[in-house]
């Protein structure tokens, strides 16, 4: 059995005139909501075994608030192929990961997250399906499980959602 979980970056200030992209970091609805999502996923016990982070600022910061939910923090890498990749290469990172890795926490952008999460999912709860057929906003974790052993065998329509949880749905349960 293999779990993936997306992790869309925390809202990032916006992008400005000499500043790159890449160095955009988390305002502070984004340095909010991190961590709610990191304790989110240590409550349910969500763990990952290895975090593949974007090198952007963004995606780093979030991680990093996230991963404070944890003890031990799971092992993190920096995988430059994941910023701007496309989903396609997206696919062949994770493939490439090792089978030591059941459950593996890929912290990137959208629109390739979000890609990503609907060319997986064949099966799960259908309103949670729905939702996320909506979108994947900033903060926003999808946790896809698989039946198989090997990341080698990733492939489209294999997966089962299992949760889709954004910090206004955490919001929306606690009213």
Known sequence: MRTLMLFRHAKAVPARSGVRDRDRSLDS???KEAPQIGAYMAHHRLVPDHAL?????RTRETWTL?????????ATS?????????PETL???????????????VVGHNPTLHGV???LIASGDLIAREKLREGLPTSGLVIIEFAFESWRKLHPQAGRLSHF??????EAATE
Do not use: H, K
Request: glycine fraction near 2%; hydrophobic fraction near 50%.
């Open 29 to 31: 609805r984004g340095l």
């Open 53 to 57: 982070v974007s090198p952007a600022r």
């Open 66 to 74: 996230a991963a404070q939910a944890f003890n031990p923090a799971p």
């Open 78 to 86: 920096f995988e430059e192929r994941i910023y701007e990749a496309s």
């Open 91 to 105: 696919l062949d990172v994770i493939r490439e990961r090792d089978t030591a890795n059941p459950v593996l926490v």
């Open 117 to 119: 999460a609907l060319m």
């Open 165 to 170: 949880v954004t910090p206004r749905l955490l």
